[in-house]
């Protein structure tokens, strides 16, 4: 079983939906979980960051954190065809913050 | 947010050489920095940790003798494939801890052997 699992999509929304994306995790010693937005051929950008559980709101977007479930969750708001790209979760445990990541999943917003 | 520069962005280099990749921590020290593989359509996979003044820490099944790391300053590791190969193409990117334990990325190397 894989650490973190996350669906590899693609995703394809029509502008202006709610995009839900989400991983699961298997090990409850992670306390950082953080969202990353890829574009093709460059390195991934920090979008939402999240200590231990609940939700973080920044813009359009949502991330939510359930540690009891081993769940995590971004939500985009208004989705734009801009936000077309691999969103990749991921997260880590304190001393080194070693970074695990989801698979990412390919998310396409059509105009 | 802070920002790491990944330098060269691209590399086309022949098989059996060696290429450099820098990471630099533009501003903000970086005790710790990571590099990662990604192939097409996948995640990315660590290969190995590399904290400021010592010996770089490889994930099971990376050849340390091939990847070798440096991390010579607060702001600066390297990343040499040594005796490179058509297999080491590849998409590599190396992040950064700032003391807020907040990972910044480098913009990637694509690496292709021919």
């Known amino acids: 079983q894989k650490e973190v699992e996350q669906d590899p999509g693609p995703l394809s929304v029509p502008e202006g939906a709610i995009v839900s994306l989400n991983c699961t995790y298997s090990?409850?010693?992670?306390?950082?979980f953080m969202w990353y937005r890829q574009y093709s051929r460059k390195g991934p950008e920090l979008l939402m960051y999240?200590?231990?559980?609940g939700n973080k709101e920044d813009g359009r977007f949502t991330a939510q954190v359930d540690k009891s479930s081993k769940y995590i969750s971004l939500f985009i708001r208004d989705s734009q065809p801009s936000d077309s790209a691999t969103y990749l979760c991921?997260?880590?445990?304190?001393?080194?913050?070693?970074?695990?990541f989801g698979a990412g999943t390919r998310l396409f917003v059509k105009a | 947010g802070a920002v790491v520069s990944q330098h060269p962005s691209r590399v086309i280099c022949k098989s059996g050489t060696s290429v450099k990749i820098e990471c630099r921590s533009l501003?903000?020290?970086?005790?710790?920095m990571f590099w990662y593989r990604q192939f097409p359509k996948q995640s990315l996979m660590l290969m190995a940790t590399?904290?400021?003044?010592?010996?770089?820490?490889?994930e099971q099944g990376v050849e340390k003798d091939k990847f070798l790391i440096n991390h010579a300053s607060l702001t600066l590791s390297t990343l040499t494939v040594t005796s490179a190969h058509p297999e080491d193409s590849s998409f590599y990117i190396c992040?950064?801890?700032?003391?807020?334990?907040?990972?910044?990325f480098g913009q990637g190397t694509r690496l292709t052997v021919v």
């Open positions: 992040s950064a801890v700032s003391d807020k334990t907040e990972a910044f």
């Open positions: 090990n409850s010693a992670f306390q950082y």
């Open positions: 999240t200590y231990s559980s």
């Open positions: 991921a997260m880590g445990n304190t001393g080194g913050f070693k970074t695990i």
């Open positions: 501003d903000f020290q970086a005790t710790t």
């Open positions: 590399s904290n400021e003044g010592s010996k770089a820490t490889y």
